[in-house]
């Protein structure tokens, strides 16, 4: 690290954090909208399921639109240390995922690794700096607790102090990275990176990924991550959590496409060939490329229905007047075997295993779901939601106009998910401001207000899109055959960061106790469940009930779109960045040296 950078960073850390004002973070209960009271049958879990079950997976997900910017690191390390300290328990995070949307620009993204490094490094820096930060902070409160024991244990023999165990694994970290990359992936501009406070304790990852652009390209899309994990390298109990990170298409008009989307996720996003999990069952595919379904270029849109036009207006419900329209929009996928009889329940079993409602797994979505309160752009003069608490128009006011949640409790999208109850503003478009004059913020930039050692940025929402809540994390819990009240996943945080100079989102990020329950036991009891998935709250179990079924031609598919991708990217690169002017200027110059140097010859 240079001097210039590590003086500037050391200024951002050790500056007083101001409370937060009206447009910063806004802290939220401690708990999930999740109500099942349901016990488990003692002879679901066996003892070792019931000892594994005490063990927890301490995971921070994070989702950020990076608007094709490379951040600044000083400053996105500053909030993300105000975001472990939120709720922090025990310390760091087990494990951290990023979901990071537009992470790059499209040139670089599409050819692949080699040009999203530099990105990827940006964050991983990032995570580093605000994770040794936040455990010197920790380490410099315990060492006033001596007597208290929190940071040092007596010897019995000698009768002497020594750092406790846990003080010295915070002093050993902050000399070194807290954190390792795991794995980072992404598919065009939507990628996915996973770190690890002990890599060893993560035994297996997988990989998949899904386009939802032109020929199935990736400019919006879906990565996904499955990732087996124990409590430590000793430990014999491990648990699943399938992690994805996804764009979906943009634009307030777009409610059908983003349906449509989520669908291809759930029938596209596969960890395996699905014509190798069940060999010889599926032909040929002769559909070709499915149509554009990422909203790219959409300019005008076609104009909501009566009904939702009447809802947009009253803020009430809009989904059962879009719910018949995204029927008849359904993701085909092949629901007879090529001898034209019906899946066989083994082989309907062996493509739900490799998708992403595997039902001995987690499951987190994390992304800019791009989901709007209105499906029309705002008229002249608009009110916007406010972040003023005594506002009749204060954000909350706003709340119940969210697409997600009304597609969601419909089961047009993400039937079966939970998301922890929303407490902080919107997250998307800003418009960042030189100068404060018009800002929305205007007297606390004014006030010098901080979050987090960091200046307030000026802000105000771009007049030609409504304020909407489109970064969103949200999961799928326990298995109601295996949840109780106090073993399910508990929430410890969900909240947004302050707004950043180099985007126009604001970053949002969930942190959770997962409790460590074996695939085996997870799947116990899977078949009495599916016999009664008629009745209530196993109808909308997406492991039971999938919404799709899987797409087995999606993998051929998604290689042929890979190669369009690197036809696209290198065109991009040559004609659209200053080193592919460079190569292609050098590349000329050598083809017509060469051609005088032929002619003398």
């Not at 990076?66 to 709720?87: E, S, T």
């Not at 999203?116 to 940006?122: E, Q, S």
């Not at 004059?437 to 901080?450: I, L, M, P, S, T």
Request: glycine share 6%; net charge negative.
């Amino acid at each position: 690290m240079n001097p210039p950078l590590a003086r500037n960073t050391r200024k951002l850390f050790t500056s007083s954090t101001t409370p937060n004002d009206d447009s910063g973070p806004i802290p939220i209960p401690v708990s999930a909208n999740i109500t099942n009271d349901d016990m488990t049958p003692a002879s679901v879990l066996s003892s070792s399921s019931a000892a594994s079950a005490a063990a927890a997976l301490d995971l921070l997900i994070l989702t950020f639109n990076c608007a094709k910017n490379l951040i600044d690191v000083p400053v996105f390390a500053a909030h993300l240390q105000g975001a472990l300290r939120q709720n922090s328990g025990d310390g760091l995070p087990d494990l951290v995922a990023f979901s990071l949307q537009e992470v790059a620009p499209l040139s670089y993204a599409f050819i692949g690794s080699y040009f999203l490094n530099p990105y990827y490094a940006k964050y991983e820096e990032a995570l580093n700096l605000a994770s040794s930060r936040f455990l010197e902070e920790q380490e410099s409160s315990t060492a006033d607790l001596v007597d208290e024991g929190s940071s040092y244990e007596r010897e019995e023999e000698e009768g002497l102090l020594k750092p406790s165990k846990k003080s010295q694994q915070q002093s050993q970290a902050t000399q070194t990275k807290p954190y390792t990359l795991v794995r980072a992936k992404n598919v065009g501009m939507t990628a996915i990176m996973l770190f690890a406070r002990d890599p060893a304790t993560v035994t297996r990852v997988e990989e998949a990924e899904c386009g939802f652009g032109a020929a199935d390209m990736g400019n919006k899309g879906a990565v996904g991550l499955r990732v087996s994990w124990r409590k430590d390298r000793d430990s014999r109990d491990e648990t699943e959590v399938t992690l994805v990170a996804t764009h979906l298409a943009a634009m307030e008009w777009n409610l059908k496409k983003r349906n449509a989307n989520w669908r291809s996720i759930a029938s596209g996003l596969t960890f395996g060939n699905p014509k190798e999990a069940v060999p010889g069952v599926f032909g040929e595919n002769t559909s070709g490329p499915r149509a554009d379904q990422s909203g790219a270029g959409d300019k005008v849109g076609p104009g909501p229905s009566a009904a939702t036009a009447v809802a947009d207006a009253s803020g009430s419900d809009s989904s059962e007047a879009t719910s018949e329209a995204d029927d008849e929009d359904e993701a085909g996928q092949p629901l007879i075997t090529s001898d034209g009889e019906s899946l066989a329940p083994e082989h309907k079993a062996a493509l739900k295993d490799i998708s992403v409602f595997k039902p001995s797994s987690y499951l987190f979505v994390a992304g800019d779901l791009n989901y709007r309160i209105s499906s029309t752009t705002p008229p002249p003069l608009s009110i916007f939601p406010s972040f003023d608490p005594d506002s009749p128009n204060h954000y909350s006011t706003f709340l119940p106009r969210d697409q997600l949640t009304q597609e969601r409790l419909a089961g047009c999208a993400f039937k079966g998910m939970s998301e922890a109850p929303i407490s902080f503003g919107p997250t998307y478009k800003y418009n960042i401001l030189e100068k404060p004059d018009e800002a929305v913020n205007e007297e606390a930039v004014r006030a010098g207000v901080e979050h987090d050692g960091v200046p307030e940025v000026p802000w105000k929402f771009a007049p030609h899109r409504w304020p909407g809540w489109c970064d969103r994390v949200l999961y799928l819990d326990l298995p109601s055959w295996l949840k109780t009240k106090s073993r399910k996943v508990e929430v410890k945080a969900y909240n947004s960061l302050p707004v950043v100079k180099t985007s126009d989102h604001r970053a949002v990020f969930l942190r959770v106790q997962i409790p460590v329950v074996s695939g085996e036991n997870m799947r116990k009891g899977l078949e009495m469940e599916e016999s009664n998935s008629d009745d209530g709250e196993l109808s909308h179990d997406p492991r039971i009930n999938p919404p799709v079924l899987v797409d087995a031609h999606a993998w051929e598919r998604r290689e042929a779109a890979r190669r369009k991708e690197l036809l696209v990217g290198m065109s991009a690169f040559l004609w659209s960045t200053q080193e592919g002017a460079i190569l292609l200027g050098t590349m000329v110059l050598l083809g017509v040296g060469s051609w005088y140097a032929s002619r003398g010859w």
